[in-house]
C-alpha cells in the first residue's frame, strides 16, 4: 500500500508552509501567567481504604486540636476511613477574590482508594508561603480498585488521585504587571528571527512605524497606553491581526521507541543512490537419535541436526536528484518496501553521508 506508512511505521508529514494565524495563537504577553499552588489536607469518609500511619495520625490528631478536643494520652484513633494527600492547583492570570478554581488531590501515604472522600478545609500556598486559596469538597475518583482475600487485587485507572472541580475559593489576588509601564512585551510560543519581524511589521502596519520592536527572536515589544480600559482596548485590536509565520527549518524528527518519523517540509536530499537489500539466515535445529542394533553391543547416541538456510531478497537500488523533495522521498521508499528499523537505517545513512538538507534529531 503506497502511502505515508511504512509497513506500520507512522510516517507522520507536517506541512510548515506559511499561513496566516492571529498573534494570540502564536505569542503571549510577557509577565501574565498562571502561579502554582500546593497545599498539604486530609480526606474523611473513606470506606476503609484510607491508611494508618504516624502522619496520618498526627495531621489526624491536629484536625481535632483546632475543635478544642484533646485525645487522652496514649489512645491511638483509628482512622482507616482517613487519609493524608498533597493539594495542587493552578491560579490564572487576572482572577480574583471569591473566584473558584479546580483542584486535584493526590494520595501521598499508603491509601489504596479516594474514592468516596471529602477533602477538609485546607490552605493552598504559593512559591512565597502566602496563603492565596481555601480548598474543600467532595472527590471525584475515576479509578477503582478491588482486592480479594487471596491477595489478588484489580485496579483500573488510578484511584489514589482525585479532583475538585470548583474546589478552592480565592483569598488574594496576584498582583499582574499588565498595567505597568509603557510598553507590553509579546513571547513567541516558537521562536524564530523572521516570524518576530513580521509580526513587529504587522503591528506596525497597523499602528504606525515605530509601535513595534523586535528585540530577539522571541520578544517583540510594543508601546502600551498607561489607561487600563484603553489598554484592554489596544490589545483586543492587537492580538487579532494575522500574521504569515516563517517556515520552520529543515527537520527529521525520529522515534526510535514507537518507530515514528516526521519530516518538515524543508528537507531536501542532495544526489545519492540507496540499495535496499535484506539478508534472511534460518537456522532449524533438530535432534537425530541413533540406536544401536538390540544384538550389537552399541550404546544410544544423540546426535544434532541443523538445518541452515540463507535467502537473499532481491531488492532494488534507487537514486535521488538534486533537490529531492520529502513526497518523492517517501515513494520511493514504499517502492522498496522498506521495514521501520530500515527507514530510521536509510536516514541515519544519508545524514552520515552529508545527503540530508536538515537537522536529524532522535528523541
Do not use: C, W
Not at 507522520?12 to 505569542?27: C, E, G, L, N, P
Not at 476503609?48 to 475543635?67: A, D, V, W
Not at 536509510?346 to 552529508?354: N, W
Amino acid at each position: 500500500m503506497k502511502v505515508k506508512i511504512i509497513l506500520g511505521l507512522l510516517l507522520a508529514v507536517i506541512s510548515t508552509s506559511s499561513f496566516a494565524q492571529r498573534i494570540k495563537d502564536i505569542a503571549n504577553i510577557q509577565g501574565i501567567r498562571d502561579n502554582q499552588l500546593v497545599g498539604y489536607g486530609l480526606v474523611v469518609g473513606l470506606p476503609g481504604t484510607g491508611e494508618r500511619n504516624r502522619y496520618t495520625e498526627q495531621t489526624f490528631s491536629t484536625m481535632l486540636k483546632n475543635f478544642g478536643i484533646n485525645l487522652p494520652n496514649g489512645v491511638r484513633p483509628k482512622i482507616k476511613n482517613s487519609a493524608v494527600v498533597a493539594l495542587s492547583a493552578t491560579m490564572p492570570a487576572f482572577i480574583k477574590t471569591g473566584q473558584t478554581i479546580d483542584v486535584t488531590v493526590s494520595s501521598i501515604g499508603e491509601a489504596k482508594s479516594l474514592r468516596g472522600g471529602t477533602l477538609l478545609q485546607s490552605f493552598l500556598k504559593g512559591i512565597d508561603g502566602k496563603i492565596y486559596a481555601i480548598a474543600q469538597g467532595n472527590l471525584i475518583v475515576s479509578g477503582f480498585s478491588a482486592e480479594g482475600r487471596d491477595g489478588s487485587k484489580v485496579i483500573q485507572n488510578t484511584p489514589t488521585v482525585g479532583r475538585i472541580p470548583s474546589g478552592a475559593i480565592v483569598e488574594r489576588e496576584v498582583i499582574s504587571p499588565f498595567t505597568h509601564g509603557d510598553y507590553l512585551t509579546f513571547n513567541l510560543l516558537r521562536p524564530d528571527f523572521s516570524s518576530a519581524k513580521r509580526v513587529a511589521d504587522a503591528i506596525n502596519d497597523l499602528l504606525g512605524g515605530g509601535i513595534a520592536q523586535p528585540l530577539d527572536a522571541t520578544s517583540i515589544r510594543v508601546s502600551a497606553p498607561r489607561d487600563p480600559s484603553q489598554r484592554v482596548s489596544y490589545l483586543a485590536t492587537i492580538e487579532n491581526l494575522q500574521v504569515d509565520l516563517a517556515t520552520e527549518s529543515a527537520k527529521v524528527i525520529v522515534n526510535s521507541r514507537t518507530g515514528t518519523i516526521v519530516v518538515g517540509e524543508q528537507v531536501r536530499l542532495k544526489p545519492a543512490a540507496i540499495t535496499h537489500g535484506g539478508l534472511t539466515v534460518t537456522i532449524k535445529e533438530a535432534l537425530q537419535v541413533s540406536q544401536p542394533n538390540p544384538l550389537a553391543q552399541g550404546q544410544t547416541v544423540v546426535t544434532p541436526d541443523s538445518d541452515i538456510d540463507v535467502n537473499e531478497k532481491n531488492k532494488r537500488m534507487f537514486s535521488f536528484k538534486p533537490g529531492t523533495s520529502l513526497d518523492e522521498l517517501v515513494r520511493a521508499v514504499n517502492l522498496v518496501g522498506a521495514a521501520p528499523s530500515d527507514v530510521l537505517a536509510i536516514l541515519e545513512a544519508l545524514k552520515l553521508a552529508g545527503a540530508l538538507q536538515g537537522e536529524l534529531i532522535i528523541i
